[in-house]
């Protein structure tokens, strides 16, 4: 079944590559990278362009925010199945996990050719007015940016792959989770933390860290890039927890990939069960 997930794969990634929603994606992570990069010193003022590793520590919250919503937007409308395509399509001799997970692979393939591009562009920028000082924080935000993608597209899918003629509502839900997965889930966590004492305060805000995929990447992402210095309270209690920085990032790793096995394989599930 290797060719017949590599043709959907194919076919999904040209498809996206057309696509103005990926166009603009990329334009928009090179502008915001790059005015991030220029802007940097203003505030203490200064000028000039920042280094990699400032650029880098800026965008991370600008990353936790675009890029999954962007992957939930691009995923339920690329995926959520139309009557008459869903039939032409799922007539295939090939089974319907391959024709998903291929299409998957190939919405990926494009959206991480969008980030690399936009923050590609900027990091030239970057590199021929402030050299390579912090390079490697810059990559590590890159790939910090496709896991996020992966689990995000993942959730699109187990969104969107049983709802048949019904993509504006599962474009709201999809709206709704990015909403609760950015803003709502740590104010939610915070605020049952501080009414519980410390022991169990501090278990509920590393379950909410590791839980939440949002917060499991910041946190990697932070320990990576600052060390402990820009962490908060749920990142604290889990590298208390941990006893150290590996421990920390491998819970963190294991929860970006659960998060991604977990939503494709139910995705599959209700693909297989659904009345096309």
Known sequence: MDRPFLLFARQELTLAVRSRWTQIFAGVFA???LAVASSGYILSGGGGVQDFSRTAASLVQLILLLVPLTSLVIGVLSLAPDRGGAELLFSQPVSRRT??????FGLFAALAAAQAIGLGAAGIVIF????EVGLGAYLLLFVASL????VFLGIAAAISSAAVGRRARSLAVALIVWFAAVAIFDVAALGAATLLKSGNASRVLITATLINPVDAVRTGTLLAIEGTSAFGPASLALLRATRGVIGAQVLVALSVLLWTVLSATIACRRLSRTDL
């Open 31 to 33: 502008v915001l990278a």
């Open 99 to 104: 024709i998903l997970l291929g299409r998957l």
């Open 128 to 131: 021929a007015r402030a050299g």
């Open 147 to 150: 896991a996020l993608t992966a």
